[in-house]
């Protein structure tokens, strides 16, 4: 993301939801590695991976499992991640 660009909120499908931003993106061997910030405390970021085929599907967003709520041990539960946000 570009200095003076509008971050864009993620949020975790679950109630109430957990809100994410998307930190670095690098291109990595099969996908690119994505650095999830998390909005609300005491979260710390984490990389998720996401592969070249998963962002060559006909859909909009690539859903990724909610690491609070799997680390909380509550459902696994997911972050929606707009395509557009992805690309390195």
């Avoid at 990595?28 to 991976?49: E, H, I, N, Q």
């Avoid at 996401?50 to 909009?60: A, F, Q, S």
Wanted: proline share 9%; net charge negative.
């Amino acid at each position: 993301m570009a200095d003076g660009d509008a971050a864009t909120v993620l949020a975790c499908t679950n109630e109430p939801p957990h809100r994410f931003e998307v930190g670095n993106r690098v291109g990595v061997a099969g996908g690119v590695l994505v650095t999830l910030k998390p909005l609300d405390p005491p979260y710390p970021s984490r990389d998720v991976f996401v592969t070249n085929r998963e962002l060559k599907m006909g859909y909009d967003d690539v859903y990724k499992a909610c690491f609070v709520c799997v680390d909380g041990g509550r459902k696994e539960t997911a972050i929606p991640i707009p395509k557009a946000e992805i690309a390195v």
